[in-house]
């Protein structure tokens, strides 16, 4: 769960830092539900996912 993606650009941004982590293939982020879907290829740490989603601004609230 992200807070703060309130619009289309927002989600661009935050799509655009997780998927060019290393071990990130694919990021679905939509602001309508305030949530990301990340497809990785190799392991990558939550902390890792949440740093390059608040170096945009946004803050996660939940990782499932």
Do not use: F, N, P
Not at 14 to 42: I, P, Q
């Amino acid at each position: 769960k992200i807070k703060d993606i309130k619009r289309k650009h927002s989600e661009m941004h935050a799509k655009k830092a997780l998927e060019a982590l290393d071990g990130v293939t694919k990021a679905e982020v939509s602001h309508k539900t305030g949530t990301a879907v990340v497809t990785l290829e190799k392991s990558v740490s939550d902390d890792v996912l949440m740093q390059a989603v608040a170096d945009q601004g946004y803050k996660v609230t939940d990782i499932q």
